[in-house]
């Protein structure tokens, strides 16, 4: 999978695992470390780096003052910080697809059903995250409602960062992320404030927004 990965040429890899860490680093690939390598603390961002990671995904775990701790602990631009994403709740190798959607047993006889039907899991609140599969017949769930560091953002950028991601789900369409974008790029570039952009982000997402582990 890295080799076919490594084909395509891309400008550059998020890896979440240190086997695809050392694999891209040896091919001269950029590789950011992604937020399932859990970088709650600067040994770890340490490490990271010197494996061959050019950023490292803060750590989703991370509560507001303890982002700023590490920012403060580590070279600001090794860092990379997610600042809008719908945060993944679990990974599971059980594959919704196949057990209610085909009468197969596995990959190789399911029929592919998650290649023409999408699914949520609907909570008791009515809220439907998420579920998606890759290319190994693995599931993640995303919450619903997506986490914003919006309201961190000058802070972070006062305080050095200056490698932002928004991570989106392949079911957002261009009319839906457009505006999203925009209004982040707003708030970057200071042509918002923190409170008008909170106030726009939650007209955009459908059932809000919300601070999450960054209250």
Request: with cysteine.
């Amino acid at each position: 999978m890295f080799e076919t990965i490594a084909g395509h040429k891309p400008d550059g890899v998020l890896a979440r695992n240190p086997a695809a860490l050392a694999f891209f680093a040896h091919q001269g690939l950029p590789v950011v470390a992604d937020f399932s390598l859990n970088a709650a603390n600067e040994l770890t961002v340490a490490w990271l780096h010197d494996q061959g990671a050019s950023r490292v995904t803060a750590s989703y775990d991370l509560n507001r003052s303890q982002l700023f701790d590490l920012v403060a602990a580590v070279p600001p631009e090794w860092l990379e910080v997610v600042i809008h994403q719908h945060v993944p709740m679990f990974h599971t190798e059980y594959c919704l697809w196949c057990a209610h959607l085909s009468a197969g047993t596995d990959r190789a006889n399911c029929g592919r059903p998650c290649g023409q039907h999408a699914l949520r899991l609907r909570d008791r609140k009515g809220a439907e995250h998420m579920v998606a599969r890759d290319g190994l017949c693995r599931s993640t769930v995303y919450h619903a409602i997506p986490q914003t560091a919006a309201e961190s953002l000058p802070l972070l950028i006062e305080r050095g960062v200056r490698h932002f991601r928004i991570d989106l789900l392949s079911d957002e369409s261009s009319d839906e992320t457009r505006p999203l974008l925009e209004t982040y790029g707003a708030l970057l570039a200071g042509r918002v404030s923190c409170r008008e952009a909170w106030r726009r982000l939650q007209t955009l997402c459908p059932l809000g927004i919300t601070r999450g582990t960054l209250r």
